[in-house]
Structure formats: C-alpha cells, structure tokens
C-alpha cells in the first residue's frame, strides 16, 4: 500500500506535540483535518495507532513501529527534496588550477558542486605549465589558484606551503659534473624560485630534463635522473629533501591564492569559490618525507 506524506507528516507531529491541537497549529491546518488525517492512516493500516484519553495520547505498539518507518520515509523525502530542488544558480564556471594543489580532493569537490548546481557546467584546466594568472586577466578564466612567493600576488591565500629542493632516495650526484635539474617549463614558479635561488650561488647545474606534466617529473625525479624543485605535500615514497646538500640554498615559502577574473565573480563562479576556500587541510607530509631537511 501506499501512504500518502501528508498523513505520515501529521501522525509524526501529534506524538511530537501530544496532541491533535498543537500538531494543528504547527502544520497550520484544523485540528479536525489533523483527525481525519489519522483516521485514514488508522483505516489504511487496519488497526489504531493511537491510543486516545481525555487526559493522554499515547502511540500503541503497532503506532510505535509506524512512526519509525514513517520518520525514515519523511527523512528520505526531505533529503530527495533537498537533492533535487530546482537551482537558481546557473551558467558555466572556468576555473584552473595547479596540479599539485587539490590532487585527491578535486573529484568531491567538483561532484558536491555538480550536486548542488546542476545546471552549471563547470569548465575545469588542470595543469602544472599553463599560465593560469595570464588566463585569468585575459578573462579566459573566472577564477584560478596560482602559486606564488608570498606577497608577490593578489587574491585570497587558501593554503601556504614550503618549497625545497627535492631528490630520490638513490640519487647520486656525478663526481665533477653539473648538479643535474629536472623543471617544469616556463612559465612556472617552481622553476623560477629554484633557478633564482641558484643564480645567488655558485652552484654549477644544468637542466637535464623537462616535462609540462607532474607525473613526468616525479618520474624522473624517482628514476635518479635530476634533482627538481617540489612542495613538501609533493613528496612520495623513494624521495628525500636535500636543502643544503651539494651547495644547494634555501629556498622561499610559496603561497596558493584564489584570484579573480575582472568579470568572473557570477553567482555560480562564487559558488564555486566558496567551496575552493572551504576545503580542508591536506594530510599532513608522513615522517619519511621530511627526514632530510
């Protein structure tokens, strides 16, 4: 059989008021409607539901197991409402963002968003080499995180981080020969702080290896082919921070700020922001990785 929520809604507000008075007053209805409400639940289930003195309302036993089943059903119905309810929020979001920055934690973000704005596309450049700053002043993007040395740019900081100079655990560098280096390309700040901290030194190096993606680099990194520069947060097993070896000097804190596009703050671009600024913390770097510094 099916019930209808409307009757379900009223049983549930009696024993939550005691009574067919107040449960009247809080769905705004009369309480002889309240009544007949509970009369056709009683007809349709066969038996009471309640039991009913001048003094006292009280469930029976079978009105017990009803209205359990009967808050699960109204609780579902809400959450599909919730679920479900017609967004006035539309458009299309363009956002960038570092590869490095959300990793993991992208894919909730991005369906918590779908779910609450159905009817915004979200057009997403995940991306280590483009030039998400430049792509945000053309207005090719409404909003994007960027990295960057502190103070050195505007927008929100969401998250500051550590840069250092990165290695694998069997690196060795050639006795006599160039420290060898793997990067991004340019445009990139990884590159940029590590070679203009280099260019203070005496340090002899040379790029060895080049790659736009992030899984190259670390590949690289791990296969012994270069040292590079990375997060703290970047780090993965078979890696080691080598600060201070081979001249190598200390290198800045960085920033990820959330910047804006001069026309990007629509109502489904903040939205979408709001989530960008919200998110948690990532785990914290494991023990292995910051045992040489």
Not at 90 to 110: C, Q
Not at 115 to 137: G, I, K
Not at 153 to 172: C, N, P, S, Y
């Amino acid at each position: 059989m099916d019930f209808d929520p409307t009757l379900l809604r009223a049983f549930v507000a009696v024993n939550e008021t005691g009574g067919f008075t107040r449960a009247a007053q809080q769905l705004h209805l009369t309480q002889s409607a309240i009544s007949h409400q509970i009369r056709r639940l009683e007809e349709q289930t066969g038996r009471p539901l309640l039991h009913r003195t001048t003094r006292k309302l009280t469930l029976t036993e079978d009105g017990e197991d009803f209205l359990r089943y009967a808050e699960q059903i109204l609780h579902t119905l809400d959450a599909m409402a919730r679920r479900f309810r017609p967004s006035p929020v539309s458009g299309v979001v363009r956002f960038g963002v570092p590869e490095n920055f959300m990793g993991e934690r992208l894919p909730p973000l991005l369906c918590q968003f779908a779910r609450a704005f159905p009817a915004v596309r979200l057009d997403v450049h995940v991306t280590m080499n483009l030039d998400l700053r430049a792509m945000v002043d053309a207005n090719e993007l409404d909003l994007a995180v960027v990295i960057s040395v502190p103070k050195s740019e505007d927008g929100t900081v969401v998250r500051q981080t550590q840069l250092v100079w990165v290695a694998a655990e069997i690196f060795e560098k050639p006795d006599g020969a160039s420290l060898p280096l793997a990067f991004f390309p340019a445009p990139c700040i990884y590159r940029q702080a590590g070679i203009t901290a280099l260019d203070r030194t005496a340090v002899e190096w040379h790029v060895v290896f080049t790659s736009p993606s992030q899984q190259g680099l670390r590949a690289a990194v791990l296969g012994g082919l270069a040292v590079t520069v990375l997060t703290r947060d970047d780090l993965e097993p078979g890696m080691k921070i080598v600060d201070g070896e081979y001249g190598l000097p200390t290198l800045p804190n960085a920033d990820f700020a959330l910047i804006w596009s001069g026309s990007g703050k629509t109502p489904a671009a903040l939205e979408f922001g709001q989530l960008v600024l919200n998110m948690p913390e990532p785990v914290a770097a494991p023990a292995w990785s910051l045992g040489n510094t």
